[in-house]
């Protein structure tokens, strides 16, 4: 997906791990996947900058689409639709 396009996505449920240090934003990724209905999207902001590489990887693990990380003002936002 383009920067444009996740720009314009509208998270069903967004989890605040700014601060968090690995592993901890793929612990709190994998808990407010459950708040999220199949087909919706989480929104995982993070401010460690090894989440850009294990949310993609817990992704394909746990069968779920990585749909991008969008840089913010000191964090990522990183994107997930719930597939299962």
Not at 45 to 55: I, V, Y
Request: hydrophobic letters at 35%; one cysteine or more; a positive charge.
């Amino acid at each position: 997906m383009t920067e444009v396009d996740l720009n314009k996505i509208k998270a069903h449920h967004i989890v605040d791990a700014r601060g968090s240090a690995c592993p901890g934003p793929l612990l709190e990724a994998k808990k407010g996947i459950s708040k999220v209905p199949k087909g919706g999207v989480l929104e995982v902001q993070s401010s460690d900058p090894g989440t850009k590489n294990d949310l993609p990887a817990w992704c394909r693990r746990a069968g779920h689409k990585f749909l991008g990380v969008l840089e913010a003002d000191g964090y990522d936002r990183v994107f997930i639709q719930r597939l299962k």
